[in-house]
């Protein structure tokens, strides 16, 4: 399985970004897909997931980001709205093989390259 991310940049404050994760190598319509994110000296953190069609959200972008999903694309979307200079960080597309809610990167089996947010004040 393969994961590729795109979609990041350069944002103003309160602008929008929408990120995609497309998979290859096999389907993955069953899999939990999900986004994760990390900036420089600090670990990597929950943002959001989608098992099956129910989508999962850290309280901090809760309201702000959509996720989703097109299983005939096989590809994950984030929606990033009224992004905040505190969403700055590389964001990381995953998926996990089992179909449950898990926020920790330990439970996620493969991992994209990541694609760097920048939101400035």
């Known amino acids: 399985v393969q994961l590729q991310a795109s979609g990041g940049g350069l944002a103003q404050a309160g602008a929008s970004l929408r990120l995609s994760c497309a998979a290859s190598?096999?389907?993955?319509?069953?899999?939990?897909m999900g986004w994760f994110r990390q900036v420089p000296g600090k670990e990597r953190e929950f943002v959001s997931v989608?098992?099956?069609?129910?989508?999962y959200y850290a309280d901090s972008v809760k309201g702000r980001f959509t996720i989703s999903r097109d299983n005939a694309k096989n590809t994950v979307y984030l929606q990033m709205n009224s992004l905040k200079p505190e969403d700055t960080a590389v964001y990381y597309c995953?998926?996990?093989?089992?179909?449950?809610?898990?926020?920790?990167?330990?439970?996620?089996?493969?991992w994209g390259k990541g694609t760097m947010v920048t939101v400035s004040s």
């Open positions: 989608i098992v099956w069609s129910a989508p």
């Open positions: 995953a998926a996990g093989r089992t179909a449950t809610f898990n926020d920790s990167p330990s439970g996620m089996d493969y």
């Open positions: 190598g096999r389907t993955l319509s069953t899999y939990t």
